[in-house]
C-alpha cells in the first residue's frame, strides 16, 4: 500500500471525528439567527489549518460573514493552488423530515448524515486533511492557498471586493474546488462546465385588501390566478422559455460537443425512481443531461398568497408571490437576463394588476479548459486513485466564483468535486459517502503531486 492511503487508513476515525466537529456547526449564511455559528465556523477552520501545518491563517472581516484565507508557501520556484471552498451551509428546513437532526452527525450505511456534510463543508475539510498529509510526507510539492467563504449559499456578494483588494496575495496558477458531483463510485468525473444563475422575486397586486371571494369573486382579477398565467407562459410547449432574447447569446454546442455530453453513461429508469418521478421532461430536442448542462432553463422556487393556513378560508388576496430562477449556460450574462426577465415580465401583465419585480443575487455560467496541465494533473489523479480515466461533465448548479477568479485573477479553475447526486445537497437528510471522502483526500493529494510534477 502507498504512504497516502495508509495514512489515510491508519487515520480514517481521526478524519471522521473532526469532520463530525466541523459539522455541528450550524453555519448557516442566511439567517442572521446563525451568524454567531457562521463565525465558530471560521474559527473551526482557523484551528483546523493551523493544525495541518500552514504558516499563516487569517479570518477576514467583511461586510458580512468572515473570508478564512491562509497560506503554505514553499518556494517561489513551485507552482501555486488557490483552494477555494465554503463552509455556510443551506438552512435545514423542514427539521421534521430529517430522520436524525441536521447539525448532530451521524453515520449510517457508511455515510455521513449532516446539513453541509457534502456542500461543502465535508468536500472543503478533504483539502485541509490533504494538506495534512503532504506536510506529514516531507514538503508539499507545491505552494497552497486557501480561500474560505461563508457565503457562498447567499451569492457570495462579499468576495467581489476582496478579491479584488487581495488580487496580489491571491495570485496563483490554478484554483482548485471540490464542491461538484461525480456521475458515481465506478464512474469518476470532473466538472468542466457549471451554468450560471440569475434570480428574482415577483410580487403580482390586485385589489387594495383582500376581498370576499363571494362578494367579488368572478369580477375582479385574482393575483394568484393572473401570476399563474403570466408564470406558464414563460415556458412554451416546446419547454422553451418564451422572454424575448433570452436565447440570443446562448452558444450552440456542435455535434463534437454533444456526442462528449453523451459518453457520460445516464440510466433514466434509475434518474426517475431515485427522485420518486414517472416521466420526465424539458427542452425538445434535447437529452436529459443535455436540459441540465448545456441548456439555459427556468423554474419557480416557491409560491405564494392568500390563505395557506389550516382549513378554509374565502378570500380573493391582494397580492401574491413567486421566487424564480433562471439558470445560465454559456455566455449568458446573468445581469442582462434578468434586465429582459424584468421587462417581459411586466409587459405581459394584464390592467387589472401591478407587477414589482426585484432582483436577488446572480451569477456567471463557467467552462473550464481541458487541455490544461492542472486538467491533465487532475485526470491522472483521478484514474490513479479510481482506476479509471475520468469522464468530462457540465453540472447543472452554479458556482459564480469560477467566472470571478478567472475575471479578476485572471486564473483558470479545476472542478475536481466527489459528491453524489443522490447525496440530497440543500433537502432534508444530506448525506455524505465515506468512500467518497476519503478517496477524495487522496485523488487530491494526488493532484497536488501531479501538478507540481507537469508543471516542471
Ligand atoms: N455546490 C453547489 C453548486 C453545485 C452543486 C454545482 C452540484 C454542481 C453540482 C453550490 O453550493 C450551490 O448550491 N450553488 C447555488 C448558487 C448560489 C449562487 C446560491 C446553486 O447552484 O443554486
Ligand atoms: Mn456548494
Ligand atoms: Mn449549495
Not at 38 to 65: M, N, P, S, W
Not at 221 to 229: G, R, S
Not at 344 to 363: E, L, Q, R
Request: charge should be negative; charged fraction near 20%.
Amino acid at each position: 500500500m502507498n504512504e497516502v492511503k495508509s495514512y489515510i487508513d491508519s487515520n480514517q476515525q481521526k478524519f471522521l471525528d473532526e469532520l463530525m466537529e466541523f459539522l455541528r456547526i450550524p453555519s448557516v449564511s442566511t439567517d442572521s439567527k446563525f451568524k454567531s455559528d457562521v463565525l465558530r465556523g471560521a474559527g473551526f477552520l482557523e484551528g483546523a489549518l493551523k493544525k495541518a501545518g500552514v504558516d499563516l491563517v487569517e479570518i477576514c472581516q467583511t461586510a458580512g460573514h468572515p473570508i478564512v484565507y491562509a497560506e503554505k508557501i514553499i518556494s517561489s520556484d513551485l507552482p501555486t493552488v488557490l483552494v477555494y471552498g465554503h463552509y455556510d451551509v443551506q438552512p435545514a428546513d423542514p427539521y421534521e423530515l430529517w430522520d436524525s437532526p441536521p447539525f448532530e452527525p451521524v453515520i449510517r450505511n457508511e455515510r455521513i448524515y449532516a446539513r453541509g456534510s457534502c456542500d461543502d463543508k465535508g468536500q472543503l475539510y478533504m483539502h485541509i486533511k490533504a494538506l495534512e498529509i503532504l506536510n506529514q510526507q516531507g514538503v508539499p510539492p507545491c505552494n497552497l492557498k486557501f480561500i474560505l467563504e461563508g457565503e457562498e449559499e447567499i451569492g457570495s456578494s462579499n468576495l467581489n471586493l476582496f478579491v479584488n483588494e487581495n488580487a496580489t496575495r491571491l495570485k496563483s496558477d490554478i484554483v482548485l474546488i471540490s464542491d461538484t458531483t461525480i456521475i458515481d463510485n465506478d464512474t469518476p468525473s470532473i466538472t468542466i462546465g457549471l451554468r450560471g444563475l440569475s434570480y428574482v422575486e415577483v410580487e403580482v397586486t390586485g385589489p387594495n385588501r383582500d376581498l370576499h371571494s363571494g362578494v367579488y369573486g368572478g369580477a375582479v382579477a385574482n393575483p394568484i390566478n393572473v401570476l399563474c398565467d403570466m408564470i406558464s407562459s414563460l415556458i412554451d410547449n416546446k419547454g422553451r422559455v418564451t422572454i424575448p432574447g433570452f436565447y440570443h447569446q446562448v452558444k450552440e454546442l456542435s455535434t463534437d460537443e454533444r456526442a462528449k455530453v453523451a459518453e457520460a453513461p445516464f440510466d433514466l429508469g434509475k434518474y426517475q425512481q431515485e427522485i420518486g418521478i414517472t416521466d420526465i421532461q424539458g427542452e425538445e430536442g434535447f437529452t436529459t443531461l443535455e436540459r441540465t448542462g448545456i441548456r439555459p432553463t427556468l423554474d419557480v422556487n416557491g409560491i405564494w398568497g392568500g390563505y395557506t393556513g389550516k382549513g378554509a378560508k374565502t378570500v380573493l388576496p391582494s397580492k401574491a408571490y413567486a421566487k424564480i430562477s433562471m439558470r445560465l449556460v454559456p455566455d449568458q450574462d446573468d445581469e442582462e437576463i434578468t434586465r429582459l426577465f424584468t421587462e417581459h415580465f411586466i409587459s405581459i401583465a394584464p390592467k387589472s394588476v401591478t407587477v414589482n419585480v426585484t432582483t436577488h443575487h446572480g451569477g456567471k455560467p463557467a467552462v473550464t479548459p481541458t487541455d490544461s496541465m492542472a486538467f491533465q494533473a487532475a485526470s491522472n489523479a483521478f484514474e490513479k486513485v479510481w482506476g479509471k480515466a475520468p469522464i468530462a461533465t457540465r453540472d447543472g448548479g452554479s458556482i459564480p466564483v469560477v467566472s470571478l477568479f478567472s475575471e479578476i485573477l485572471g486564473i483558470d479553475t479545476v472542478l475536481m468535486g466527489f459528491g453524489l447526486d443522490s447525496d440530497a445537497i440543500h433537502s432534508p437528510n444530506e448525506s455524505y459517502g465515506i468512500f467518497n471522502y476519503l478517496k477524495g483526500i487522496e485523488t487530491i493529494v494526488l493532484f497536488h503531486q501531479q501538478y507540481a510534477a507537469l508543471s516542471k
